[in-house]
């Protein structure tokens, strides 16, 4: 009895082992689920878990703006942290993933955008009086799998960067939520939640955005945690 009830348990062990072994392998590789989330992953693909159904997608352009060792960078198109450099709307959009969760996806240019200021701001302008679409380079997987997109982008020239419209029309938002958030110069939103809901007629376009100026990024963790978690997404 004593032997056959060893041997039955060690059966046991042996199956239960072999199924922690698969769950481990599902995390790793996503099962097929492959958006993903944060840490240094941008753009990445696996995911943090499988009910993910938060997409934070933002657009962001680091400007090629000397440094110092300093943290932050008050006004500039870039923040510090811990000497690494990030982009104002990456900053924001990496703080709420760290918060809140959900999968992170930096929307990318097929071609590059220059990092010299000047040079940038004439080729957005240009770029916006042409309405240009520019093609991406990168896009999300299992789109369908969102209920709620939490969206950022700098405010350019009073409106949204032309590879955000790229970004929204390139897929169907009908039925979800959009959570808009920008950083700026001064400007705020300008017009660019109602562009946002014109481009995505079916999605709900929340009114619990964020406007933070470019003065104020690199000092605005609590207040970027506290709207985060005010979102009622975790
Ligand atoms: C091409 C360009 C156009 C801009 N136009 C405006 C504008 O019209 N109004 C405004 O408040 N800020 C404007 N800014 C400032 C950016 O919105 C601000 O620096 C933002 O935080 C940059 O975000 P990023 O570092 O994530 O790219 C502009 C910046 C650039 C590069």
Redo the contacts with the bound molecule.
Sequence with gaps: MRKWSAIFFSILLVLSLSACGQADKDNETGNGNSQVSAEKNKNNTGSTSSNTRVLIA??????DVKTSDNDAIAG????VKDSEK???????AELVQKTIGGDLFRIETKDAYPLE?DT??D???EEQEKELRPELSNHVENFEQYDTVIL????????L?MPVYSFLEEYDFAGKTIIPF???????F?ATTDTISQLQPDAQVSDNTLS???ED?ADAEDEVKKWAQGLGLQ
């Design positions: 933002y657009f962001t352009v680091p400007e500039a198109s870039i923040v990030m982009g104002n709307t990456e900053y924001v200021h940038l701001v080729q957005a302008a950022g982008f700098p405010n350019w020239w009073g409106d960067p920008v950083t700026h110069g001064g400007s705020g300008s933070l100026s470019r990024v």
